[in-house]
């Protein structure tokens, strides 16, 4: 099928190449020239495993293809998938202007008839935003073109996004058009052949699927950060009591892990926008709001560790931090705790070394000229004279580091561990302070 994605972002690129991969005929459009330019040339602007050779073999094959060119792309796809960003308006609402300068394009340039995918999270309600703008743009323009908007939202975890969108657990598609119904499922095919991943609905109740999602997984991470809080005040080990919850059925043990708080360019805007969304019809999102405040106090923590440890006296002090990207696998650093950290130190008068395997350059794009931040070549140069290391990030290559490296690079022994790697007790033997999430205050 021949297919447009505006928005070459994690979503829209990650996308385009799995459907060109089985066969599709895949146009990108960006505003992005920079980012169009270094896809023809191969340089893939994100990080994501098992992304590059996807991008690779299907633009040498030809049916993976880029362009800033809007007009181009609107006359190649049948199918054209809205993929830009919705980022928080000031407010916490979604920030719909990308998404209806997309339909705004599509209504500008279509000469045959077109299926409009919201694939970019948007509040329950922008399929008809958008139906609306294309037909007010086809109205100026005296033209009467048949389309549907489809609601067909994205599932993938970053870190993931390949093997994600290759296997995904489900497909929600929302309309209630049987042409689209039939092309999406022709689409989607060659991804659903194992089990009917394919789930169809209304258009409203797609829209509002993702957000139920993610402020679920949200809700699960602030609920076990709040426990993780209890257990450090009452003298209890979260990790013990993750392993017990985890053992019922009915709990299981995913997306249970207390930490500093959830980041990245997803849970934390999409729980704002539907506190928004609620807002806006007069119904008060209590859960919501407390899932949101609870991450928000949980991102101090890390500096409150270390502040409480150097008797509020971080001044002049050098702290490592290992791991600056929002998770694992990934380069990207919205959101990420490691910023809310970073900012903290530097307002406190301390200076910063950092270590990350994937998000160095993000970091250097997004402070770019920070005196008092050093990125380092290695996690091991990250300690060298430094008066404390944090870990902010979970990358296997912190889970089992040397522990005697750290102890000798650091002239104080003083590990604060966001993410509950290490074990208490033999860092304690080691002599070292050990600040983690909800296992006591030092061990
Ligand atoms: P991103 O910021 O990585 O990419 C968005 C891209 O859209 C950018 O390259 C930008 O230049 C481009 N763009 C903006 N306006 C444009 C226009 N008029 N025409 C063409 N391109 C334009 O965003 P992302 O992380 O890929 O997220 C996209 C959407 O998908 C968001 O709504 C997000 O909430 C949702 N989503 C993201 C994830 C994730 O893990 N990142 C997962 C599921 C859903």
């Not at 050779?53 to 060119?69: A, K």
């Not at 009917?196 to 679920?216: G, H, P, Q, W």
């Not at 290490?422 to 030092?442: C, H, K, M, T, V």
Request: overall charge negative; charged content about 25%.
């Amino acid at each position: 099928m021949k297919v447009t994605v505006f928005g070459i972002g994690y979503v829209g690129l990650v996308q385009a190449a799995v459907l060109a991969s089985v066969g599709h005929d895949v146009m990108c459009v960006d505003i992005d020239e920079q980012k169009i330019d270094n896809l023809k040339k191969g340089i893939i602007p994100i990080y994501e495993p098992g992304l590059t050779p996807l991008v690779e073999e299907t633009y040498q094959n030809g049916l993976l293809n880029f362009t800033t060119d809007a007009a181009k792309g609107v006359s190649h796809g049948t199918i054209q998938f809205i993929a830009v960003g919705t980022p928080p308006d000031e407010d916490g609402s979604a920030d719909l202007k990308y998404v209806l300068a997309v339909a705004e394009t599509i209504a500008t340039y279509m000469t045959d008839e077109k299926i409009v995918i919201d694939k970019s999270t948007v509040p329950v309600g922008t399929a008809d935003k958008v139906a609306a703008k294309i037909a007010e743009v086809l109205a100026k323009r005296k033209q009467s073109i048949p389309y549907d908007v489809v609601s067909n939202p994205e599932f993938l975890k970053e870190g993931a996004a390949v093997s994600d969108c290759m296997k995904p657990d489900r497909i929600v598609v929302g309309t209630e058009n049987e042409k689209s119904r039939v092309a999406m499922r022709e689409l989607y095919a060659p991804f659903n052949r194992n089990h009917d991943r394919m789930i169809f609905m209304d258009v409203r109740s797609a829209e509002l699927t993702k957000y139920a999602a993610n402020c679920m997984l949200a809700t699960k991470i602030s609920f076990m950060n709040e426990m993780s809080n209890l257990a450090e005040l009452l003298g209890a080990d979260i990790e013990a009591v993750r392993h017990g919850i985890g053992s019922d059925s009915r709990i299981g043990y995913q997306f249970i892990y207390p930490g500093c708080g959830y980041g990245g360019s997803c849970f934390p805007k999409d729980v704002q926008a539907l506190v928004r969304t609620a807002n806006e019809i007069n119904y008060k999102p209590a859960l919501l709001e407390a899932v949101e405040s609870v991450n928000y106090a949980q991102k101090q923590k890390l500096f409150t560790h270390l502040s409480n440890h150097f008797k509020g006296d971080l001044a002049g002090k050098t702290i490592a931090i290992w791991g600056l990207s929002f998770k694992p696998q990934t380069d990207d650093m919205r959101e990420a705790s490691s910023i809310v950290l970073m900012k903290a130190l530097w307002q406190a008068g301390a200076i910063v070394q950092a270590y990350d395997p994937e998000a160095m350059e993000e970091c250097q794009r997004i402070f770019n000229d920070n005196d008092n931040l050093a990125l380092m070549g290695t996690k091991e140069s990250a300690l060298k004279g430094a008066d404390a290391l944090v870990v902010c990030t979970e990358w296997s290559q912190f889970r089992a580091p040397d522990f005697d490296l750290i102890g000798n690079a650091l002239t104080t022994k003083v590990i604060v561990d966001g993410r509950n790697l290490y074990d208490p007790q033999l860092l304690n033997e080691r002599g070292f302070a050990y600040y983690a999430i909800g296992r006591g205050d030092s061990v």
